[in-house]
């Protein structure tokens, strides 16, 4: 036992250091986000994340934005259970046979203005499982995409700023 904290406190982390400016990036990343809802939704935005096949690593990603870390309800941006609550639709994977008729009702239950994001290369067409008996193809083959966000995952930081830039774009227009 002793020799095992030993190694603890003399061994680095196994976990890589963070840069040191990444923090104030996310901060400036999550506060421009907020204001960007607020002046298109007089409120803060609401996020739903559908699983529509992935193999979850794209949710790991989306995760971490509420680790303490990240934290990214200190800026008033949430997840939120039901679709009827949110305004943007994170939709990862590829579309499954199975998870299609979910992904289209999820859809309708969320109400206007909205957004749908697909996340991770998978999103776009398929990706790795593209071909499969399984999958009816990319996020845009069943509902429809205002922003794709790509990487196989995309880490939390470029989710972030892909937000950032649809909400600030949707802010411009009337
Ligand atoms: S894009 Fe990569 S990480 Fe995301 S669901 Fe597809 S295979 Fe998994």
Redesign the pocket.
Known sequence: MLDFLVEGILKSPLTERLPADSDAEIAALAASLDAAARRKLGRSLAIRQVDA???????L?IHALNNVFYDLERFGLHFVASPRHADVLLV???VTKNMRAALERTYDATPGPKWVVA?????KNG???AGSYAVVGGVGDVIPVDLHIP????PPTAILAGLVALIRSAAQSP
Not at 119 to 123: L, N, P, T
Not at 151 to 154: E, L, T, V
């Open positions: 096949g992935s193999c979850n690593a794209c949710e990603e990862t994977g590829p996340v991770g290369d998978c999103a990706g790795c499982f990487g196989c995952p995309p």
